[in-house]
């Protein structure tokens, strides 16, 4: 087997694996404050929701610092750093016994944190380019799987032991996955260590200065923000439609479910449909589709068409961060293919942050249904930024290799 396919399938297990273990603690970290004492429900809320966004804050901070170190002394590394890190983190976060501790922990844990950004730079340079949107995509269907899986796998153990237990369980979990990388994953295509190289911030100011990658960034983060800032009022949006059989918990998590496995589906098909035709058409059709889906959500009567078009949506989502993350790998300078990286994960890490932040507040506006409709217009305007900004759809890599190597035998005849 081919090096990069061997790491792709590798890397696509461990992201699984990591991204299950991490969304297994999610849905009983409130659970977890009463147990340490904190019984005030609106004091629960507060601490909930501050150690939540802690973790996206500080990862948000350092993203691109982990990224400008990963040009310099790799990427694999950086995979080694963040998963052996977020092990003891999380170890010793099933030893906390305050609030104020697991304030900490989860802001450590955001601050050494990177496996899924690292393990795309990783992949994304030692993948041949006419392959990335390919490669992406599979790497995307892993994350997204483990993300479906954790919440259902922690809420099953959390029955059966102590939430303390779960930490530890998700621990070993992600320390076996970063050893399979440690053993088995190789990286081929390396920074040169001896090459002279700016400050930090003068390389970010260079990155920053790269049009085509700061249109990229924006358009990232206007992804994350139009896609997550209607989530949180999901499971209340459920219960308004009447859920069958009053099951409003369950029908809350199959809505999510049900977009999660689309994209799953959909992701290395579109990322290797990129790879033939574009990967600026993907995520420019990819944005319309899921803006257009957004519509009908405002208008929907009862949970079953609901579902229907979280399909839909999670069909378009698919070709959204692997598109974005194959034309970030193209239009990166060579050799700061992971400052690039860095940079795009503070992106989308800030739409993670200020999405559902400002879809609560609008919501309490115009309504959930008023906030689809905002969510489908914000897409629209990220879709036409991008075909404005790149110049809209280009053709596919082979083609503008061919189109490449033509004029340079042009030259030379």
């Known amino acids: 087997m081919e090096s990069w396919k061997r790491n792709l399938y590798i890397l696509m297990v461990c992201q699984f694996l990591v991204m299950g273990a991490m969304s297994m603690i999610i849905p009983f970290l409130p659970l977890y404050l009463k147990e340490m004492g904190v019984t005030d429900p609106e004091k629960t809320q507060m601490w909930a929701g501050l150690i939540f966004g802690i973790n996206f804050l500080s990862a948000f901070l350092m993203a ?16 080694l750093r963040s998963g052996f890190g977020m092990s003891i983190v999380i170890l010793l976060t099933g030893m906390a016994v305050s609030p104020l ?47 479906i ?8 153990l959390a029955e059966v032991m102590p939430f303390r237990t779960i930490f530890f369980f998700t621990s070993v979990t992600i320390a076996i996955a970063t050893f399979v ?17 700016p400050g930090f911030f003068a390389e970010g100011s260079f990155i920053l200065h790269q049009r085509p990658l700061l249109i990229l960034f924006t358009v990232g983060f206007m992804l ?11 499971s209340l949006f459920v219960s308004n439609l009447g ?14 479910a049900l977009t999660g496995l689309a994209n799953m589906l959909a992701s ?46 999670g069909l378009c989502v698919g070709g959204l961060l692997p598109s ?36 609560g507040f609008l919501t309490g506006l115009i309504g959930i249904r008023g906030l689809f409709i905002v969510t489908a217009g914000m897409l629209l305007l990220g879709a036409w930024w991008l075909r404005l900004g790149l110049g809209g759809p280009v053709s596919s890599y082979k083609a503008s290799k061919n189109e490449a190597d033509a004029s340079v035998s042009h030259k030379v005849s």
Do not use: C
């Open 101 to 147: 501790q697991l304030l900490f922990l989860r802001l450590l844990n955001g601050t050494i944190s990177g496996f899924i950004p690292a393990s795309i730079s990783l992949t994304a340079t030692n993948t041949p380019k006419e392959k990335a949107g390919y490669a992406l995509g599979m790497l995307q269907s892993g994350a997204v799987a483990g993300n």
């Open 324 to 359: 974005l993350n194959a034309l970030i790998r193209r239009h990166a300078p060579v050799g700061k293919e992971s400052t690039a990286y860095g940079y795009s994960t503070s992106a989308t890490f800030l739409g993670n942050m200020l999405g559902p932040i400002t879809g």
């Open 268 to 313: 290395p098909w579109l990322g290797r449909f990129g790879d033939r035709y574009g990967s600026e058409k993907v995520l420019f059709l990819s944005m319309l589709g899921a803006a257009v889906i957004f519509i009908p959500h405002s208008v929907v009567a009862d949970v079953w068409q609901l579902l229907a078009l979280r399909f839909f949506l």
């Open 243 to 256: 859920a069958p059989g009053g099951y409003i918990a369950f029908f809350a998590g199959l809505v999510t």
């Open 181 to 197: 990388v440690l053993f088995l994953v190789k990286e081929e295509v390396k920074p040169d260590r001896n090459q002279t190289r």
């Open 224 to 234: 994350q923000f139009a896609m997550l800032a209607p989530m949180p009022q999901m």
């Open 149 to 156: 899986m954790g919440p259902f796998i922690g809420g099953l």
């Open 64 to 79: 691109p610092v982990w990224g400008s170190l990963a040009d310099k002394v790799g990427r694999k590394i950086m995979v």
